[in-house]
């Protein structure tokens, strides 16, 4: 069982459309990032949030960590084909020394 | 470019061979990673290292899996006698600049290294 547990696993949709991806646990973090990942490549960083509550926003995406730092989700608005990709949740426990990641969402944008 | 970064980045070996993978950190980390991911999951955490000292490591990291940061500087993973289910590509990371600012709450990746073992 994994630690953190991503929904949907997968995403297709059109061009233009809003989406939100989820990202739970039951154990509380104290800080969880989100990376986007294209095939072949490393995962790269898209944010990192640390306080209970926090929305942060790059551009068309608004990431938000849960109250009780246990969840997070990445709200993407007006989707567009360059953002199709693996977007994964990874959250690190109160002493750093090791990051768990959610099996990830993979989305697909149709133009 | 100042990320981290991972050499080879493709690598076909046959059953048997050992083969060996190196990652340069962000200069100012002390803290390196390795993570094994196969298609369509997320990272596998294998190992951690703080400067030179490897402090864990997983239950995937069988005994056919050695990683060693000797200066505490760049990091070599090595997986002896491979076989076909260590296909998989290996990602290195980063974070915690020296002096412990809240930046080590996050990690920072390499492009990853390909192995296809046939």
């Known amino acids: 069982t994994q630690l953190l547990e991503q929904s949907p696993q997968f995403l297709s949709i059109q061009e233009g459309e809003n989406l939100t991806v989820y990202c739970n646990s039951s154990?509380?973090?104290?800080?969880l990032q989100w990376y986007r990942q294209e095939p072949g490549e490393g995962p790269v960083l898209l944010v990192t949030?640390?306080?209970?509550?926090e929305v942060k926003k790059l551009k068309r995406l608004t990431f938000q960590f849960g109250d009780a730092r246990k969840d997070s989700s990445l709200h993407i608005t007006a989707a567009q084909p360059g953002d199709t990709g693996l977007y994964l949740c990874?959250?690190?426990?109160?002493?750093?020394?090791?990051?768990?990641f959610g099996s990830g969402t993979k989305l697909n944008v149709k133009p | 470019d100042t990320g981290v970064s991972q050499d080879p980045r493709h690598k076909i070996t046959k059953r048997g061979q050992n083969v060996t993978f190196r990652c340069d950190p962000i200069?100012?980390?002390?803290?390196l990673y390795w993570y094994r991911q196969t298609l369509g999951q997320g990272p596998e955490f294998l190992t951690y290292?703080?400067?030179?000292?490897?402090?864990?490591k997983s239950r995937l990291l069988s005994d056919r899996f050695s990683a060693e940061r000797p200066k505490g500087s760049f990091s070599t993973l090595e997986i002896q006698r491979t076989e076909q289910g260590d296909s998989a590509m290996y990602l290195c990371?980063?974070?915690?600049?020296?002096?412990?600012?809240?930046?080590?709450?996050?990690?920072?990746f390499g492009e990853g290294s390909w192995l296809t073992v046939v």
């Open positions: 990371a980063s974070s915690s600049p020296r002096g412990g600012s809240l930046s080590g709450n996050t990690i920072y």
């Open positions: 154990s509380v973090f104290s800080s």
């Open positions: 949030v640390v306080t209970g509550g």
């Open positions: 990874a959250g690190a426990r109160y002493n750093f020394n090791k990051f768990y």
């Open positions: 200069s100012e980390h002390n803290r």
């Open positions: 290292f703080q400067n030179e000292a490897q402090l864990e």
